[in-house]
């Protein structure tokens, strides 16, 4: 893959496709996607003051529910320029969120 950019809350690669991009920066619960994709990378802008993560792949169809895909435990958000994943981490139902804490920090999801 060749060179990417950030422009209005998308990735763009060079090949012409468009990737998007959601910030969070709130303690909160928030559906990214419905159905299934790819978590390509997560961007630590602001690590916020212990600040937790939680991202879920769901709601299954069939029952609701949702399968952790990083912290089935609350993770503290590590430093700014941490690396989360090491490679793109598919999900079957969708892409929640789950963020807590003392203070809001900021990342970037991109996905597909």
Excluded at 29 to 43: D, H, S, Y
Excluded at 70 to 91: C, D, E, H, K, Y
């Amino acid at each position: 893959m060749g060179c990417r950019f950030l422009e209005r809350g998308h990735i763009h690669i060079d090949h012409g496709g468009i990737m998007p991009v959601t910030t969070i920066a709130n303690k909160a619960t928030t559906q990214i996607k419905t159905g299934a994709g790819v978590l390509e990378q997560i961007v630590i802008a602001n690590a916020g003051t212990s600040w937790t993560l939680q991202l879920n792949d769901g709601p299954s169809l069939t029952q609701g529910t949702f399968t952790p895909l990083i912290g089935a435990t609350a993770m503290t958000i590590p430093a700014v320029g941490s690396q989360l994943l090491t490679r793109p981490m598919p999900f079957s139902y969708g892409l929640q969120v789950v963020t807590a804490g003392t203070t809001a920090g900021e990342i970037e999801l991109q996905w597909s």
